[in-house]
């Protein structure tokens, strides 16, 4: 099998299954091909190389955003939604990373790095002390998370 990299399993699964539920919540459902048409909307947002910050609610954008952000080759930055605005842009600032969206302009001719080492996610924790912190992912450890839960082998 060839090694795919993170943002584009998504991809994948749109192509494999576009009409399949991928996603459903109190309000509606979200399709595969939804689902990746709403990462590429972000992923045009955003510049690679950036850390992009935001509420990491149970939501279809939270999804998207996982997703999309990766996908232009920038990394995101999910924090819990229960922190304080205090406590969220302490951390956000610690990992370097802003809230909301750069302008899209200009970034149609960047080419984002593919590569299965390079970052895509930062995950806060709680960390050892009660401060919290930021645990660095990189594509490979998300490929390793869907190949565990058996994603890969079931996309083509």
Known sequence: MDDPVAPDLLARAAARWPDRIALQTGV???TFSDLDYAAHEIAARVA???RIAF???MSPASIASVWGIPR???IAVP??????????GALADS???TFGWPPAAGLDHMEPERSSDRPVLIVGTSGTAGRPRGVLLTARNIEAAAAASQM????P
């Open 28 to 30: 509606g459902q979200w």
């Open 48 to 50: 690679p190389g950036s």
């Open 55 to 57: 509420r990491a609610e």
């Open 72 to 74: 232009a080759g920038a």
């Open 79 to 88: 924090f819990d939604p229960r922190l304080d605005v205090a406590a969220a």
């Open 95 to 97: 990992l370097g990373a």
């Open 152 to 155: 890969i082998p079931v996309i």
